[in-house]
């Protein structure tokens, strides 16, 4: 029996969709069956990060409401053979697919694969109630933003409520730099404000958008630090003790130069 | 709180003229919330409310008596909601975005202060909110 992850956010934009596929796809790539489950319904944008857009045939609603098989539904990716997709509708909106109907879904899901993740619409209206309705556990992405990491508190308090302990924190598109001219929150401050346990964290990195652009998850590019960041995060998921990565840009050739000459 | 039946507004009267001991004897309920408050969340109570966790930015406390927190208090707080100019509020980091006492309200300064890390009291002198290192020589003064 598989188990259902939902990434999570409630702030818009700040990266669910990106650490759904990373992971999906560094999940795949390590030879798990993975399906990754596009709960943004009306927004659909998991099949694009992937390159598949041009495979569906039918969605998630068709799916939950009838119209198709499941098994019809499920679409494999171009590149990884464990990979799989179950796109959002593009057409319904967020009320098209029920509580009742997601959490069956799950659970049929999580009969036939390791990991089933769920990327979670923004904010915290039906959409976020379904998106969570059949997860085992949960993921919460911020951004080193303060309405980013508010919004975030808030998620994680209703995901108590929801009785999904314990979530597991990603913070994105950190920016080492900034951090240390104190133009921006630090791991520690984002921590001490929401008291979870740290998944990861992703620099923030063109190469990123470069991938995504190419319906390439950046997970299997082995020079990016972003790729690093997720393949350390998956890695992490998969219950291994995987220390955080060094971020720091400065700490090449020239800095330790200039360390050695007293410039530092 | 106190008012609505006679009983209570008697108690009310001895509290007043009473030494500030018996007036923590005769105080009103406490709720004890043994978790961290986060934002969007909100307890509101009639009477104390003493929380073993911490109150996040977004979040809200409103209690008619007193407020205690043993953690960070970080959200917005109001003791003595039904007009008790005596209430007080008590954390071991006390940084409210917003902080009132009675009908009185004060904010944090814009720019950044110098933080401590003693627990602190906050409360109304002579009309004014008024933020202290707390010591176990305050007994209800
Ligand atoms: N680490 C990063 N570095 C640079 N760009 C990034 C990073 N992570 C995400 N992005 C970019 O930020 C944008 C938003 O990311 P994404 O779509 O994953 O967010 P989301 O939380 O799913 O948004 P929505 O709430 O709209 O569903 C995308 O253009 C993505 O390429
Ligand atoms: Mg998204």
Redesign the pocket.
């Known amino acids: 029996m598989g188990e259902v992850i939902v990434v999570t ?1 409630g ?9 759904t596929a990373n992971i999906g796809t560094g999940l795949a790539a390590l030879g798990h069956k993975v399906v990754l489950v596009d709960a ?1 319904i009306g ?1 659909r ?1 998991l099949d694009v ?1 992937l390159g598949l857009e041009n495979r569906i045939v039918y969605d998630i609603v068709d799916a939950t409401s009838g119209n198709c098989r499941l098994r019809q539904a499920i679409i494999r990716d171009k590149h990884l053979e464990g990979l799989h997709l179950l796109p959002a509708a593009q057409t319904k909106d967020k009320t098209a697919v029920s509580t009742d109907q997601m959490e069956e879904l799950c659970d049929e899901l999580k009969r036939e694969f390791e990991y089933v993740l769920v ?1 979670c ?2 904010g915290i209206e039906q959409g976020f109630k379904n998106a969570i309705a059949g997860a085992d556990k949960s993921i919460v ?1 911020t951004t080193p933003e303060v309405s980013a990491v508010r919004d975030a508190d808030r998620i994680i308090g209703l995901l108590e409520a929801a009785e999904l302990r314990d979530p597991k924190l990603v913070i ?2 950190l920016r080492v730099r900034m951090v240390k001219a104190g133009d921006m929150m630090s791991i520690d401050d984002m921590l001490d404000i929401l008291a979870i346990d740290l998944l990861g964290v ?5 190469q ?2 470069i991938s ?1 652009n190419k319906g390439e998850p950046v997970v299997v590019d082995e020079k990016s630090l ?1 790729g690093q960041a997720y393949r350390n995060i998956v890695k992490r998921i998969k219950g291994e003790d995987v220390p955080l990565m060094d971020m720091d840009n400065d700490s090449g050739l020239i800095t330790t130069l200039r360390r050695l000459i007293g410039l530092k | 709180m106190h008012g609505g039946n006679n009983e209570n507004e008697n108690i009310f009267e001895i509290e007043e003229q009473a030494a500030a001991e018996i007036e923590t004897l005769f105080d009103e309920n406490t709720i004890l919330v043994q978790r961290t408050l986060r934002s969007g969340q909100r307890i509101s109570y009639e009477g104390n409310i003493v929380v073993l966790g911490e109150v996040n930015p977004g979040a809200e406390l409103i209690a008619t008596g007193d407020v205690i927190v043993m953690g960070s208090l970080r959200g917005v707080v109001h003791a003595g909601a039904s007009g008790n100019v005596r209430s007080v509020v008590v954390a071991f980091k006390l940084q409210p975005t917003q902080l009132r006492i009675a009908n009185h309200i004060t904010r944090a300064p814009d720019e950044e202060v110098f933080a401590t890390n003693l627990p602190e009291i906050a409360r109304l002198k002579n009309g004014v909110v008024t933020i202290e290192t707390f010591n176990s020589e305050w007994q209800g003064k």
């Open positions: 956010s702030k818009g934009g700040v990266g669910k969709t990106t650490t943004d927004l944008n990060v990327d619409p923004a992405v994105n598109r992703v620099p923030e990195d063109d990123v958008v995504t972003s």
